[in-house]
């Protein structure tokens, strides 16, 4: 039945759905159950930040479905209700499916409420009605339908039940005529309601829905609404009417707040509903819910925190003992690889551009994907199993001190998968300053694109028994550094009023595994395709910067010399001399020769320092071109060809620290920058995120480079 | 305090926490009952309705209540 291939949105049958619910109610899981689509779907607040248009045929329709943010109310609090917002008032579309949760109806039909007075088309899904089931929750689907004026279909995204039931229930109100819901408020309102009702029909007003609808809009202070009604004559004797209409209910309600007045207005109303059509089966007794006894342990007050540290400490455990075992398997293949390949070769030059230029650099990266898979797969079952919103619950207390916001964590720990996602998750901070702090701390949290450089390096100087903690170390490290950071930027830069924190802890769901095997495959394929594309083009100009000009005059020059030479060692080591002088020579020999000055207080080479500027494109190319300059001339003396091997002799232990430290800490990659400086608002901030990453990173290595060197009694020598 | 009941009696926040409150279901006549605390307690989780809630402190000290009898 369903096919997600895109249509013709121009036709005659054609349903355009608009798809809002309240966060964590299972909407973009839904889409993802009517059509197959790939959408990410995930148990926090704040996945769906942008809406999303999924197209797919069924019963001869055209459906486009456009999911929405999730929203709490019809507010503008945050960007996402700001956005769902919008597009209600201001947009074209047929229909409204709106998503509740059946274990939460209570608080679910509350936005329900606010959706009735649209005056839209609107078909209610009831889901997670397995789990209702469940929880002992009988929900009288016909009853409600006929309650509240809108069809009712209990379905359930997860168990893919019910889907057709929506579809035709979809298909019927489409086709049939708008029936007004059944919205009913309390005395006081009703009274004043009918009150401006009677006015608008005694002026003959021509309301598109009805003169009652419109009395409501106005009491609720709808803008639109009052600015249709405001250039009118009758306005003149309306404004009074509704005047005396706010008071009353002001004094009735006792508040002065209009939202607070309309929100439990519809509190009262939809409480009248449930107490007609949804029973709660007593369980037998008073059971904990799974829920409050994974709570009892995971947000307890003293364990809560080391719990969370030890998953994180096991992640990259796991990240690094399970990654390391294909890794093997794959180094040994790009090796055979490459040999195979370069014996078909037998042009020189081209040789080398295919064996050390693109299978020496793809290969570098490549290798990682083990490691990949494995972190994506640990923050996907973060975000989806409800676990995320905990931990910002036991952070908030410590990240508040340091100038950031409980739910910064969110887009601080996307930032451990990719930056990109991070900064626009970012959004979720309604508070402009707690945004743009969070925005420029989102850069110390590792992304996965550096791991590769990580686990090369822990590799060459860490047994393998203790590389994982070195590992996991790197991360907090960063993590550590990025609060010290915000707090010195809350401290300067971004004072200002902070957020309030105010979250819901939504229940915690076994992850689907078709969701994370989705979320997974995408974000690996990516990381291979951009290994393919991106960084193949960019060993290629790595392996050709390094590999000309080519100089006759040293060929000929050291030819002579190893001609007179005796004995096979002296033989090796002039040609691993003439490589070395041929490779300090080329184009990216004297680039890294002229800002080598730079980089040698931090330990670093030439070689490194054009290592790091190649990783301003992407961190993945930093590994490739460690690669391929490490490749290129490597083959007369080393028997043992891998590049952590070359690493380990090349690299002294300190230069490699400082290595690390500016790898953790400098300007993300070049997509994230751009993404960075869209989010922040502009290029000036962008400036501001290079100096301040740069002097953190130069600084921070310096201090790292000294201190190892005093520690390890190792002298100040560079790498070679 | 853990475990305890009680009953919304009015909101004293202001302009969008308000708003967010109420959009939460924290409103007037609305119960609530506290789960437990994040460390030092500067965070509250409570429990209103079938949805649970996490609140800073400062944020929690704005809500009256009057406790259960």
């Known amino acids: 039945m369903p096919n997600d291939t895109p249509t013709c949105p121009v036709t005659e049958k054609h349903i355009r759905i608009a798809l809002v619910g309240q966060p964590n109610v299972g909407k973009s899981m839904l889409i993802n159950s009517i059509s197959d689509a790939r959408l990410h779907v995930g148990n926090f607040s704040g996945v769906t930040v942008e809406k999303s248009e999924v197209f797919f045929d069924c019963n001869t329709y055209h459906f486009t479905i456009v999911d929405l943010p999730g929203s709490y109310a019809f507010t503008d609090y945050s960007i996402e209700e700001r956005v769902t917002h919008d597009f209600l008032c201001n947009e074209t579309y047929d229909l409204i499916i709106n998503v509740v949760d059946s274990t939460n109806l209570e608080k679910n039909l509350q936005l329900t409420a606010e959706l009735m007075t649209l005056n839209k088309k609107m078909v209610l899904a009831l889901n997670m009605s397995d789990e209702a089931d469940k929880e002992g929750i009988v929900i009288d689907a016909e009853y409600l339908s006929t309650l509240l004026g809108i069809p009712a279909v209990k379905v359930s995204a997860a168990a893919k039940t019910g889907m057709d039931t929506l579809i035709e229930a979809v298909i019927d109100t489409h086709e049939a005529s708008y029936q007004k819901p059944k919205l009913v408020f309390s005395e006081a309102v009703e009274e004043e309601i009918g009150i401006i009702a009677a006015y608008l029909n005694e002026h003959r007003f021509k309301a598109a829905i009805s003169n009652r609808n419109i009395a409501i809009n106005l009491l609720q202070n709808e803008k639109k609404t009052y600015r249709t009604l405001h250039d009118l004559p009758l306005w003149i004797e309306l404004q009074p009417l509704l005047i005396e209409a706010d008071k009353h209910i002001e004094t009735h309600h006792d508040t002065d707040d209009v939202k607070e007045v309309f929100a439990e207005e519809y509190a009262a109303f939809i409480r009248g509903v449930i107490t007609e059509t949804v029973q709660f089966k007593e369980q037998p007794f008073e059971k904990k819910s799974l829920t409050e006894r994974f709570d009892d342990l995971l947000i307890h007050p003293v364990l809560g925190i080391p719990i969370f540290l030890f998953l994180m400490w096991g992640l990259f455990q796991l990240t690094f003992e399970i990654g390391s075992i294909p890794m093997e398997w794959i180094d040994a293949f790009f090796g055979w690889f490459g040999e195979t390949v370069g014996a078909t070769i037998p042009n020189d030059d081209v040789r080398s551009l295919v064996v050390d230029g693109i299978i020496a650099g793809v290969g570098a990266v490549v290798l990682f994907t083990p490691n990949i898979i494995i972190l994506f797969i640990g923050i996907a079952l973060l975000e989806s199993t409800g676990y995320m919103s905990r931990v910002a619950f036991l952070l908030d207390g410590i990240f508040h001190k340091f100038g950031l916001h409980g739910q910064s964590f969110i887009p601080l720990v996307t930032g451990f998968g990719c930056s990109i996602p991070a900064y626009m998750s970012a959004r979720i901070l309604k508070n402009e300053s707690d945004r743009l702090l969070t925005l420029f701390v989102i850069g110390f949290m590792s992304c996965g694109a550096r791991l590769p450089v990580y686990v090369l390096f822990t590799g060459a100087f860490f047994a393998q028994n203790i590389a994982g903690n070195v590992l996991f170390a790197i991360y907090i490290s960063g993590a550590i550094i990025g609060l010290i950071a915000a707090k010195v930027l809350k401290m300067t830069a971004f004072r200002g009023q902070d957020e309030p924190f105010v979250m819901e802890m939504p229940k915690y769901r076994l992850p689907s595994l078709k969701l994370i095997w989705h979320t997974v495959l995408t974000k690996t394929l990516m990381y291979l395709k951009k290994a393919g594309t991106f960084i193949a083009g960019a060993s290629m100009l790595v392996w050709f910067l390094s590999s000309y000009p080519h100089s006759q005059e040293l060929e000929t020059a050291y030819a002579a010399k190893i001609e007179r030479a005796a004995g096979t060692e002296a033989v090796g080591r002039l040609t691993a001399e003439a490589d070395a002088a041929q490779l300090e020579q080329s184009y990216l020999g004297r680039i890294g020769k002229a800002i080598e000055p730079l980089f040698t207080p931090i330990g670093l080479d030439w070689k490194l320092a054009v290592a790091l500027q190649t990783g301003l494109a992407a961190k993945e190319v930093v590994v490739s071109t460690l690669g391929v300059l490490y490749a290129v001339g490597e083959e007369a003396i080393e028997t043992d060809k891998t590049l952590i091997s070359a690493i380990r002799t090349h690299i002294p232990f300190a230069s490699a620290v400082s290595f690390i430290v500016v790898i953790m800490l400098y300007l993300p990659c070049l997509a994230a920058s751009v993404v960075f400086t869209r989010e922040a608002g502009g290029i000036k901030y962008f400036v501001y995120l290079f100096f301040f990453t740069t002097a953190t990173a130069y600084m921070l290595a310096f201090l790292a480079y000294h201190l190892t060197l005093a520690i390890t009694g190792a002298p100040a020598v560079l790498p070679h | ?69």
Do not use: N
């Open chain 2, 1 to 69: 305090m853990k475990g305890c009941g009680a009953t919304v009696v009015k909101l004293h926040a202001q302009g969008p926490l308000k708003q967010r409150l109420v959009s939460f279901g924290v409103m007037k006549g609305a119960r609530v009952e506290v789960i437990g605390f994040a460390p030092a307690r500067s965070t509250v989780e409570i429990k209103i309705g079938r949805m649970r809630l996490a609140l800073r402190k400062d944020e929690a000290e704005l809500i009256e209540v009057s406790a259960d009898a």
